[in-house]
């Protein structure tokens, strides 16, 4: 009895002391956790860095990609421990509709949509998707830079965003499954567009059915047969591989695919001012740079599509464009009612080259610009 008492004892002592074990054990991780979390916190705290998180939706080596680079290169070194800036692109982060809300809503900083895709938030922004309005990307800089185009970059503040520069693309191509010569050849053919209005009315007047998909699902959408074709900008296509899948380009050059840098207003107004205006130095620098690397990258990409086994690059001639251009030209002037006055004469003028100093590249005759919508 005795001993069974002792050794029950003694058991009921290991017992006790394995308890006590486990809670110096579980105390020891409860102390560690909270250390590690201080450590983090006061490592959040003594890191006063600006943090901007610039989200996209193509790849690295696309224009846009490689210029939200560049501008992420030169922010560091202009700013070393002040500024950061995280890129998140192909939409690692939102994708094409999320990206003004995410901006709104503070879970990032920078993005660069399409201008088609704010063409939601600001109907003026629709001059630049009006069909065959403007004959080159040249034209389309000189409206950019006009009173009226620098104008356009202020018409989000109503919703808290500021426009900071623009970024060039280039021009969009059409791709489909059959060749598309005229628009006729367009009936009854699913499309995918970015999210505008002109677009899916421009599809809607060629008898085609227009499907507003975001650009993450291109590929998908064009290998499962989901749509018969897509317009894109020449690198865009390249960098989705859609000549893998799309065997015919009509280089209709019918609109221009360019972006807008946007911010928070909050969040830029609250900058540090000399902060702010290295920014701005830097976009100012960046762009002009970035516009010609996406010169470069057009005719780059277009070069490896073409010589891409089996696909046929469709130009058209004078009377196919003729045809597009009646074909379009409808929807062009339907809107146009819509935009404000300043802003189509504008952008007329930069059509016309009226008021404008137009010199000719170094190398390369002045192309006389296709002749285009009148609206
Ligand atoms: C698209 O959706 O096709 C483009 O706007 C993607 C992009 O950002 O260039």
Redesign the pocket.
Known sequence: MRNLFVSRNANHTTDRRRRLGTLVARCGIVVFCMCVALIAVSAEETDDRIIIRFS???GEG???GMEATLFKQRVEEALPGRVKVEIYPQSQKFN?DEVVPALLFGDIEMA???L??LTSYASSLRVFDLPMIFPDVDAVHRFQESAAGQGLLGNLRSIGITGLAYWD?GVRVISANRPLRVPEDAKGLQI????SQVFFEQYSQLGAIPQR???AS?IDVIRNGYVDG????W??IRSRGVQRFQKYFTELNHSF?G?MVITNAEFWDGLPADVRSVLQEILARTTADVNELAREQASASRREIMETEGVEILTPSGAELASWREALCSVAKRFATEIPNEVLAAARAAVREEGFEVAARAGEPKPSPAPSCSF
């Open positions: 996209h939706v193509v696309t224009p846009k094409d660069a949509p399409s088609s895709k693309n995918r567009i970015e999210n998909l975001p650009f291109l897509q317009e894109n900008a690198s865009n695919l972006y």
